[in-house]
């Protein structure tokens, strides 16, 4: 809204053109597909982020550039490469000077898009340690990490550390205990021991990722989450493959530790 009001008082448009325009922008509705929750961040700290699954490219489409043209950035999860394509085409069609104007990331192995307009950047919010049991658990842990950088927050990872090779953890422990970061995300499949584990040993909040990469009795993330939520050390738990939800609980968490709710700043 600054921009507007910058417009208005340098007399470059006038109060019945700044009404319609934060009318605009204030409506969330979307060509009768969506009803999107534009100014979320400033109820409940952490903003809306789009699920791309069982959206059709035309929805997601329109959703991104409700987001785009109203706050200037969105997130996307569980999109293809091939669907990013076609979305930017979509964006250089619709909005002029697309390349110019926004940074585009994709990140195939978490399936996350990024798009944020060039003059905004996130507040710096603190710092995430990510942690995985396996190689089979890192697209989850990715989608989180994308999520984590673009609203602010410096994600370290550790991958493949599971306790079928203990010793592996050793450098993590360390590294939490040099200080520095203010919660951990644990990712896990098979049994999901990893993050019952690692907050037995750490001081800062644990937060339990089950992943879907066990197989058999059990598998599909439900023995791990079982584990989990079992837990004796505690931690918090998401649902299986939850990268998203542990990411917003993270950046929440970030936020309350600085005692306010952080927006994106010009």
Do not use: W
């Not at 990013?84 to 898009?113: M, Q």
């Amino acid at each position: 809204m600054k921009d507007i009001l910058k417009k208005l008082r340098e007399g470059e448009i006038t109060e019945e053109e700044a009404e319609r325009e934060i009318l605009r922008r204030l409506s969330g509705e979307v060509e009768g597909k969506a009803v999107v929750d534009l100014f979320r961040d400033f109820r409940t700290a952490v903003p809306e982020v789009v699920l791309g699954e069982g959206k059709t490219l035309e929805e997601m489409g329109a959703i991104c550039l409700k987001f785009l043209l109203s706050r200037g950035e969105v997130a996307l999860t569980r999109v293809g490469e091939e669907e990013v394509e076609r979305l930017k085409e979509l964006f250089e069609e619709a909005l002029e000077g697309f390349e110019r104007r926004f940074n585009l990331r994709y990140n195939p192995r978490g399936r996350v898009l990024t798009v944020r307009r060039l003059d905004l950047a996130p507040e710096a919010l603190g710092n995430v340690i990510l942690v995985t049991a396996g190689t089979s658990d890192i697209p989850v842990a990715e989608e989180a990490r994308t999520l984590l950088e673009f609203y602010g927050a410096r994600a370290e990872t550790f991958y493949d550390v599971g306790v079928a090779g203990v010793h592996r953890l050793r450098p993590v422990v360390e590294a939490v205990e040099r200080g520095g970061y203010q919660v951990a995300l644990v990712f896990a499949g098979r049994e999901g021991a990893l993050p019952t584990l690692l907050s037995a040993l750490i001081s800062i909040p644990v937060i339990g990722v089950p992943v879907s990469s066990g197989y058999g009795h059990g598998g599909g993330g439900e023995a791990a989450l079982s584990t989990m939520l079992q837990s004796c050390s505690p931690i918090a738990v998401v649902n299986i493959d939850s990268g998203y939800t542990a990411a917003m609980v993270a950046i929440k968490i970030l936020k309350a530790s600085r005692g306010g709710v952080g927006n994106v700043k010009k």
